[in-house]
């Protein structure tokens, strides 16, 4: 469990590129997210499995984090449209997200997505049951060129190899 401010403590020192709370558990029930929005080199961030994530924390992160490259919300039931549209509007580094098995979204949260994230090359999605086989369609027929995937990904970003190779 992080606190709200212990997760501030974390990220505000503003050079933080990978993050990963995967499964985090709220100590209130609450949403404290938010803050992460103030990790601005922020570039890969795993939320799978953070329940209690809500539009207001998503769009904050989405504002506040403009080089996000990987984002997984797999799992995330408290994001809905207005949270994918932040992400559509304001993710435009955006080229991997995992959305699979998240309750919430849906046709229109699908379409806000592909209007937007214009970097967006694979899109991680399957068990959404508010995703219409149309919807679907109609998303790989705007954005032919990004590929959707079922596989589910436990871990995001580089791989540790990568991180620790000599420049």
Wanted: proline share 4%; with cysteine; hydrophobic share 40%.
């Amino acid at each position: 469990m992080l606190s709200p401010d212990g997760l501030l403590d974390v990220v505000s020192g503003g050079g933080l590129e990978y993050l990963n709370l995967y499964n985090l558990k709220s100590p209130t029930g609450l949403d404290g997210l938010d803050r992460v929005g103030y990790a601005r080199s922020l570039r890969f961030l795993n939320l799978r499995m953070c329940r209690y994530l809500t539009d207001d924390s998503v769009t904050a992160i989405a504002s506040g984090c403009p080089l996000i490259e990987e984002w997984s919300l797999a799992v995330c039931h408290g994001v809905r449209l207005p949270g994918w549209s932040a992400i559509g509007l304001l993710c435009n580094k955006l080229r991997i997200l995992h959305v699979n098995r998240c309750r919430n979204i849906c046709d229109q949260g699908l379409q806000a997505l592909g209007d937007g994230c214009v970097c967006l090359q694979v899109l991680h999605i399957h068990g959404c049951g508010k995703i219409t086989n149309n919807g679907l369609a109609s998303f790989s027929i705007a954005r032919p060129n990004v590929k959707q995937r079922a596989d589910e990904v436990m871990c995001i970003g580089p791989s540790i190899e990568d991180l620790f190779r000599l420049q």
